[in-house]
C-alpha cells in the first residue's frame, strides 16, 4: 500500500507518518517503481504501537525509539524484551515519581519504611522481582506519600490492592498466550499494558460509582 492508503488504514496522518520516518521509529517502506515506498501490515501494526506507547503511555519519541529497538533487537530473548520495555513504561509512569518524590528524598525514614512494606509484601506473596525494578520503587514512593498524608488505612490494605494486581497481572499474560510469533507477542503485550493501564483506571472508576451508590444511598424518607 502507499503512504495514504497507509494513512487511511491506520488512522495516524500523512505528515506524522512520514515524522516517525525522519525519527527512526518506523521503518521505510519497500522502493518501487517509479522510486515511491510501499507498506505492508507490519507498518500498521507499528503505527498503532507507536500511538499506544506515545499518546496512551505518555512517552517521549526518544524513549519511545529506545524501546522500539529493543524489540527489534533479534539477539535479546522474548523475556529480555519484555522486562527492558515493561520497565521503560514503569520510568515514565513512576518514575520521578507519580507522587512527586524525588530520588534523593528516598532515604528519609518514611521512604525506608515503604522501602519495607513493599519488601515484606513481595516475600509474602512469593514475588520474585528484580531488585532495581522501577515498580518496585515506585511502590515504595506511593506508600510513602501515603504515610505522609496519614493515610494508614490505604497502606493497611496493600495486600488486597496486591490481590487485585496479581489479578490483572494474570488476565495480561492469559491475552498474549498462544502468540508464537515473537514480535506480535511483545508488541501485544506491551499495548495491552499500555491500554490496559487506561482501561484498568476506567474500570475502578465506574466500579466505585457502582459500589459507592449502593453502600452510601440515601435511605428514603
Not at 491506520?10 to 525519527?23: A, D, N
Not at 513512576?94 to 512494606?117: F, M, S
Not at 502468540?179 to 499500555?194: M, N, P
Request: without cysteine; aromatic residues 2%.
Amino acid at each position: 500500500m502507499r503512504m495514504a492508503e497507509l494513512s487511511r488504514v491506520s488512522g495516524v496522518p500523512v505528515p506524522t507518518i512520514k515524522y516517525y520516518l525522519r525519527e527512526g521509529l518506523l521503518p521505510a517502506g519497500r522502493l518501487t517503481p517509479p522510486n515511491q515506498a510501499s507498506y505492508d501490515r507490519s507498518h500498521t501494526r507499528r503505527l498503532t504501537l507507536i500511538r499506544a506507547l506515545t499518546d496512551v503511555g505518555g512517552m517521549s519519541i526518544a524513549t519511545a525509539r529506545v524501546v522500539l529497538s529493543v524489540i527489534d533487537d533479534p539477539d535479546r530473548t522474548v523475556r529480555q524484551k519484555l522486562g527492558a520495555t515493561i520497565s521503560s513504561l514503569g520510568d515514565i509512569q513512576a518514575g520521578g515519581v507519580a507522587d512527586g518524590t524525588n530520588r534523593a528524598d528516598r532515604a528519609d525514614e518514611e521512604h525506608v519504611q515503604a522501602t519495607k512494606t513493599v519488601d515484606d509484601l513481595l516475600e509474602r506473596r512469593g514475588w520474585r522481582v528484580e531488585e532495581a525494578s522501577p515498580a518496585r520503587a515506585a511502590a515504595a514512593d506511593v506508600l510513602a506519600r501515603l504515610d505522609r498524608l496519614g493515610q494508614h488505612r490505604a497502606i493497611a490494605a496493600l495486600d488486597g490492592y496486591a490481590e487485585v494486581a496479581e489479578l490483572a497481572a494474570t488476565t495480561d499474560l492469559d491475552v498474549v498466550a498462544g502468540i508464537e510469533d515473537e514480535d506480535e507477542l511483545v508488541e501485544t503485550a506491551l499495548v495491552g499494558t499500555v491500554l490496559g493501564d487506561a482501561l484498568i483506571v476506567a474500570l475502578r472508576r465506574l466500579a466505585q460509582e457502582h459500589l459507592s451508590g449502593n453502600r452510601y444511598r440515601t435511605p428514603p424518607r
